[in-house]
């Protein structure tokens, strides 16, 4: 028996082609009459700019996790419209809530399904180089490897997808 869904994690990237990933993130929260929690991390400052000052790092950080938040948000609303005039999936009331945390993306992850209480995880991966066809993405295949809930990773498609929209597009 497979065990209900209520809560599914969309982790993004924001990169161009991460909006494919969450098409399928709400196709499966329609289907499974489940909520969407969205989560981007925010990657620390490298230790080089330390010579600035504590106080100055904390502000460019926290400048750098409002701007992130501000951005997913009017990307999210725009994306969710475009989807919803195209296949009338009602994209906008799925999401429950975005989430955008400074650290590192496969601990935030793994640390967000567990404080959150997700059910599944979906995410994109890119497969770059000459190894795609061996391994996952560092961050998925990593994801994959640690936790004990199930993940969709959905292959990225190498250039832009014709559906018409994308998180550029929505920008």
């Known amino acids: 028996m497979i065990p209900p869904v209520k809560k599914i994690l969309y982790a993004t990237d924001l990169s161009k082609n991460s909006a494919y990933a969450f098409y399928f993130a709400v196709d499966l929260a329609q289907r499974r009459g489940a909520k969407i929690l969205i989560l981007h991390t925010v990657e620390p400052m490298p230790s080089y700019f330390t010579h600035y000052g504590k106080s100055v790092l904390d502000k460019i950080e926290q400048s750098n996790i409002n701007e992130a938040i501000e951005e997913i948000k009017k990307r999210l609303k725009a994306l969710c419209q475009s ?42 991966t890119h497969g770059k180089g000459f190894l795609k066809q061996t391994f996952l993405g560092s961050v998925s295949g990593t994801v994959l490897g640690r936790t004990r809930k199930p993940v969709f990773i959905i292959p990225l498609p190498p250039e832009e997808v014709e559906m018409g929209w994308d998180w550029d597009k929505t920008a």
């Open 83 to 124: 989807l919803e005039t195209q296949s009338g999936l009602p994209c906008t009331d799925l999401v429950s809530d975005i989430i955008v945390r400074k650290g590192y993306p496969v601990e935030e992850i793994l640390e967000t399904v567990e404080k959150e209480a997700c059910d599944l995880i979906v995410m994109g």
